[in-house]
């Protein structure tokens, strides 16, 4: 069965610094989407991507993060100057064309220090 | 605006039995979609259920199965023969086409 797969399982980085988190969605959707989990808290979105570009962010989605479809494959966030409040769990998702299931990648843990 | 409330924190059952999860939202959506999403110790979320808020038969996928009260805005989950590896977070979500709303989650423990 076709999976959603994120790049590195974790990262650590230090406070400042930029990050990039990648992710393979599954290959005939068309909808991607980054979303968060800070520890022992609930999923909060952040932003969806639809036709190479940005269709719906979150407040949480400010300057700071970007999003990107460099290839037809891979779908990025970048932090540029990380935060300690950023540190949390991401999880990537992409949408099935033929309905509105979304299928999360396994997340990527981000720790900032 | 919307919001998914999930009243229950910690939830525990006993292995083989039946518990039920509950869900309460606000939308002001008229079409929407209802999810529950299983999230394991490994942190992966996995779809556990969906119901479209237009359909009235309530979803059922094997031991799981839902009640979903359209006019409550209320939308549980039912868990029949617990097993071990169903232990887990539980979120509640609702898409509104846009985007997820997720609940704050219950913890469901199994007990042996």
């Known amino acids: 069965e076709p999976e959603v797969t994120q790049t590195p399982s974790h990262q650590v980085t230090q406070m400042g610094q930029e990050v990039i988190l990648r992710c393979v969605p599954i290959s005939n959707h068309l909808y991607f989407y980054w979303y968060r989990q800070i520890l022992g808290q609930k999923v909060e979105f952040l932003v969806s991507?639809?036709?190479?570009?940005?269709?719906?962010k979150s407040e949480i989605f400010d300057d700071q993060f970007s999003v990107e479809r460099p290839d037809g494959s891979n779908f990025t966030l970048k932090i540029r100057s990380t935060k300690l409040e950023d540190s949390a769990m991401y999880f990537c998702?992409?949408?099935?064309?033929?309905?509105?299931?979304?299928?999360f990648g396994p997340g990527t843990r981000l720790t900032v220090t | 605006a919307q919001t998914v409330t999930q009243s229950q924190p910690e939830m525990s059952v006993q292995e083989a039995e039946t518990v039920t999860l509950s869900c309460t939202y606000d939308t002001s959506e008229s079409d929407y979609y209802l999810f529950w999403y299983k999230q394991p110790p490994s942190r992966q979320m996995i779809l556990v259920i969906r119901?479209?808020?237009?359909?009235?038969q309530n979803a059922t996928e094997n031991r799981f199965s839902v009640n979903f009260q359209k006019a409550a805005k209320s939308f549980s989950l039912k868990i029949s023969d617990s097993q071990l590896g169903d232990a887990a977070m539980y979120f509640c979500a609702v898409w509104n086409g846009n985007q997820f709303y997720f609940g704050t989650g219950t913890s469901l423990t199994v007990i042996p």
């Open positions: 991507f639809y036709n190479n570009e940005i269709s719906e």
């Open positions: 119901q479209e808020a237009y359909k009235q």
């Open positions: 998702a992409s949408k099935n064309p033929d309905n509105d299931e979304q299928y």
